[in-house]
T-cell receptor, first 112, second 112 residues
Framework: GNSVTQMEGPVTLSEEAFLTINCTYT??????LFWYVQYPGEGLQLLLK?????DKGSNKGFEATYRKETTSFHLEKGSVQVSDSAVYFC???????????FGKGTKLTVNP | DGGITQSPKYLFRKEGQNVTLSCEQN?????MYWYRQDPGQGLRLIYY???????QKGDIAEGYSVSREKKESFPLTVTSAQKNPTAFYLC???????????FGPGTRLTVL
């Protein structure tokens, strides 16, 4: 079946450090891929998405590229801020009636 | 503004009582979902509905019930049969042919 594996946290960085959170997936065909962010005590917000191979999703300085050859969708940001402290979830969907499949989440803490 | 609302934000219940969590959306989405999130954990799917008057069990449906009488509403009842109901509950929706889900702010349920 479809699955998502993301790096386990927690991840702790200093402000302005470079961020990478790894995400790999297993799925047949060509799923769409997503990164969601959850701030403390809140619901999930869509951060970025990519719907086909080699697409790059970007938002708020975060980027992720859909790599079909490595079945990966790693999240990156060049310079993190304290306000980026949150839990990040990688997810995939085949669309239509298919459900979203989530990774387990990676908690990021950015210290000033 | 279009979106998903969940109420209440915090809910307390005594053991042995049923409680209903509200979820309403005005995005004109056909599909709606309920997830459970435990501290430091990922999301687990409880129930989902792809169309009015129809719903399916997710991965952890035991002790929960839902109804879908209106497109806009998908209430979740946590019954006394749910052995460990204290958790953060998230509602989401998506278009029938869409890929991404939109999430509400969540309800934190505590059993006293």
């Amino acid at each position: 079946g479809n699955s998502v594996t993301q790096m386990e946290g927690p991840v702790t960085l200093s402000e302005e450090a470079f961020l990478t959170i790894n995400c790999t997936y297993t799925a047949t065909g060509y799923p769409s891929l997503f990164w969601y962010v959850q701030y403390p005590g809140e619901g999930l917000q869509l951060l970025l998405k990519a719907t086909k191979a080699d697409d790059k999703g970007s938002n708020k300085g975060f980027e992720a590229t859909y790599r079909k050859e490595t079945t990966s969708f790693h999240l990156e940001k060049g310079s993190v801020q304290v306000s980026d402290s949150a839990v990040y979830f990688c997810a995939l969907s085949k669309g239509g009636s298919e459900k979203l499949v989530f990774g387990k989440g990676t908690k990021l803490t950015v210290n000033p | 503004d279009g979106g998903i609302t969940q109420s209440p934000k915090y809910l307390f219940r005594k053991e042995g009582q049923n409680v209903t969590l509200s979820c309403e959306q005005n995005l004109n989405h056909d599909a709606m979902y309920w997830y459970r999130q435990d501290p430091g954990q990922g999301l687990r799917l409880i129930y989902y509905s792809q169309i009015v008057n129809d719903f399916q069990k997710g991965d952890i449906a035991e002790g929960y019930s839902v109804s879908r009488e209106k497109k806009e509403s998908f209430p979740l009842t946590v019954t006394s049969a749910q052995k460990n109901p204290t958790a953060f509950y998230l509602c989401a929706s998506s278009s029938a042919s869409g890929y991404e889900q939109f999430f509400g702010p969540g309800t934190r349920l505590t059993v006293l």
